[in-house]
């Protein structure tokens, strides 16, 4: 009895000092009710897959939330999404490997990982309007399109071959993957808004891939339920960049017109 009114005569702060308390409610309000009902949409669908279809790898379902978690901060242009890009593409790449799926294990871990330890430096370097949580959007020019048209064709090339000599199951898909995923992350490096379009369509073939998987296991069902929030999630990190853009060029335009 003595511990209870101890308890209840204890300032909240004791447990949740105010410090922690204040950066929690600065978190939250950070992202928009759409993006956190998006965030919260997201992580349950999947703990909720999980839970009817899996119920055993945990790795699976931390690399699946630690995924969704990245892309809504990536959604933001904030460098927090791309360090957790990092872990989730060495988690996926553990879990790839698992599944004799070796495109994607080479893919996140040789190729994926390294590109967003180098886009989170990139994005660190190149804030808007010296704000570390939200990065300058940057526009292609042709001469950097097409030198990134061929950078991929000579990736997709060369990984074929490896994977096709690793005996990796379904070859055509993890290729196709390898590709898409490269152009992900050299977009998310350089900064552009089309990288998001980039994952939503690598999503689709992971979709595809589980797919493939789930025939022959059922439990493997919840990590296509997981690309599926991947998918949409990226949709919306594209619309969120768009605006971001609009907004960040109408905002230089008109420091341009009050320097002069």
Not at 142 to 163: N, R
């Amino acid at each position: 009895m003595h511990i209870v009114r101890s308890l209840k005569m204890c300032p909240a702060n004791v447990f949740f000092p105010r410090n922690f308390m204040n950066k929690f409610k600065s978190l939250f309000s950070y992202f928009s009710k759409a993006e956190l009902a998006l965030w919260i949409s997201s992580v349950a669908l999947i703990v909720v897959s999980f839970c009817i279809f899996d119920r055993s790898s945990y790795l699976i379902l931390a690399a699946s939330v630690i995924g969704a978690t990245s892309l809504i901060f990536n959604a933001k242009g904030n460098a927090v999404g791309q360090i957790l890009m990092v872990i989730f593409s060495v988690l996926y790449g553990i879990v790839s490997f698992s599944f004799a799926y070796y495109g994607e294990m080479i893919t996140y871990l040789g190729m994926t990982a390294p590109i967003a330890v180098l886009a989170v430096i990139s994005w660190l370097k190149n804030p808007y309007q010296d704000n570390r949580a939200e990065v300058k959007v940057n526009t292609l020019t042709k001469k950097e399109i097409f030198f990134m048209i061929f950078l991929t064709v000579f990736v997709t090339a060369v990984f074929y071959f490896i994977l096709k000599d690793f005996h990796t199951a379904n070859l055509i898909p993890s290729t196709i993957s390898v590709t898409t995923s490269f152009l992900a992350a050299y977009l998310t490096f350089r900064r552009s808004a089309f990288f998001a379009l980039a994952y939503a369509a690598n999503d689709i073939v992971l979709i595809v891939l589980w797919i493939l998987a789930t025939v022959e296991n059922i439990s493997y069902l919840s990590m296509v339920i997981c690309f599926v929030t991947f998918f949409i999630n990226d949709l919306y990190g594209f619309i969120s960049w768009s605006k971001m853009k609009k907004r960040q060029s109408v905002s230089d335009a008109r420091q341009v017109n009050i320097t002069r």
